[in-house]
């Protein structure tokens, strides 16, 4: 694997320039007139990266604009998914044991796929709908895991995944889920029991998102199905989904953001 400044510096050009791997004059001009750079991140973290502006920025200046198809989220991965049913009908006539049109695989859900395959997607309620915040989680950590193993269509989500920090590079060690009693004790018994209790919950929900998405992960490994590599199932354990958890709550935001007069508008 590339170093994971490199990973993310390449996956950054991407995002801006749409150019992976050309450097042509018009991606070097934009290179250079780039309203941000790349600097340590003032979190602990060894490798910790961040982004800051190169220069005074006026209001409601657009400083880059990330396309939706290369962000973390539901929608993204629903995409990945139905991309790969799409591809695979292409090639295996009757995948999935249903002679699939394009407007099918649009409306395939992840209830139907449940019931067909006989797989508990633990998203999805006994009515058969989704729940939105088990679906946000979810979704996310399998979206990463997919990348994680390059099997994403999408170049850039593997480049993300495979650029993030890794805890035994340093990358988590200023989330107290990584601390030891010790450096938990030093804050005192006003602050100490506070971080305890809200890493025994974290933890608490990590081994319940690791028991509801083993046999989704092992579905999607499977040979029958093939929508992950076969590695993921190797990468997927306790250790790998805490680092995803904390992937996801310490370096994720919001597409949603609030404006001045406190109404929600969508971002880029």
């Known amino acids: 694997m590339v170093s994971s400044m490199t990973d993310f510096v390449s996956s950054l050009e991407t995002l801006i320039l749409g150019k992976k791997g050309k450097h042509t004059d018009e991606s070097s001009e934009l290179k250079e007139n780039w309203k941000l750079h790349i600097a340590k991140a003032e979190t602990g973290e060894a490798i910790g990266r961040c982004l800051r502006t190169t220069r005074v920025i006026e209001k409601d200046e657009i400083l880059f604009s990330i396309s939706l198809k290369d962000c973390v989220s539901c929608e993204v991965f629903d995409f990945e998914l139905r991309s790969f049913i799409k591809n695979k009908n292409s090639i295996e006539s009757n995948f999935l044991g249903w002679d699939l049109t394009t407007s099918d695989i649009l409306a395939i859900t992840d209830c139907l796929l449940s019931e067909k395959f006989g797989v508990d997607f633990p998203w999805v309620t006994e009515d058969g709908s989704n729940s939105p915040a088990a679906s946000l989680t979810y979704k996310r950590i399998l979206l990463l895991l997919l990348g994680k193993c390059n099997g994403a269509q999408n170049e850039v989500i593997n480049a993300y995944s495979n650029a993030l920090p890794q805890p035994d590079q340093g990358g988590f060690e ?10 938990l004790d030093s804050y005192g018994p006003l602050i100490s029991p506070m971080l305890v209790s809200m890493s025994d919950r974290l933890k608490n929900e990590i081994q319940q ?16 199905f093939g929508f992950f590599p076969p590695s993921a199932l190797d990468t997927f ?30 971002t880029t």
């Open 174 to 183: 200023h989330l107290p889920i990584y601390w030891n009693q010790t450096q």
């Open 237 to 266: 354990n306790l250790d790998w989904i805490t680092w995803a958890f904390c992937s996801l709550n310490s370096r994720t935001f919001d597409l949603s953001g609030a404006s001045s007069t406190g109404t929600s508008e969508n």
């Open 209 to 224: 998102a690791f028991v509801g998405l083993l046999p989704v992960v092992e579905f999607f490994s499977s040979k029958d």
